[in-house]
């Protein structure tokens, strides 16, 4: 049945490994700061020696408050 008008999507959200070339990704009904922060620790426990280069634009899920004080431990 169609849904004129409320295209249902998904929110996707992952990585490359440059080195490897493997892909990781997260599908989700949402993207939030709480989505966001738990993908960050995601991928601090798959690349525990934290050589990690992440290029994000400026939404205000990536420097929300909830995410503010994991980012100050980790950069």
């Known amino acids: ?5 409320k295209n249902a999507g998904v929110k996707l959200i992952g990585t490359l490994d440059y080195v490897t070339g493997k892909v990781y ?3 989700h009904e949402k993207y939030d700061a ?7 620790k995601g991928i601090l ?3 525990p020696e934290g050589k ?4 994000l634009d ?10 503010q004080p994991f980012l100050i431990n980790y950069l």
């Open 52 to 55: 990690i280069i992440m290029i």
């Open 1 to 5: 049945m169609p849904t004129y008008g």
């Open 58 to 67: 400026n939404a205000r899920i990536h420097h929300a408050k909830l995410v």
């Open 34 to 40: 709480k989505v966001f922060l738990g993908f960050l």
């Open 25 to 27: 990704c997260e599908e």
């Open 45 to 47: 426990s798959r690349y």
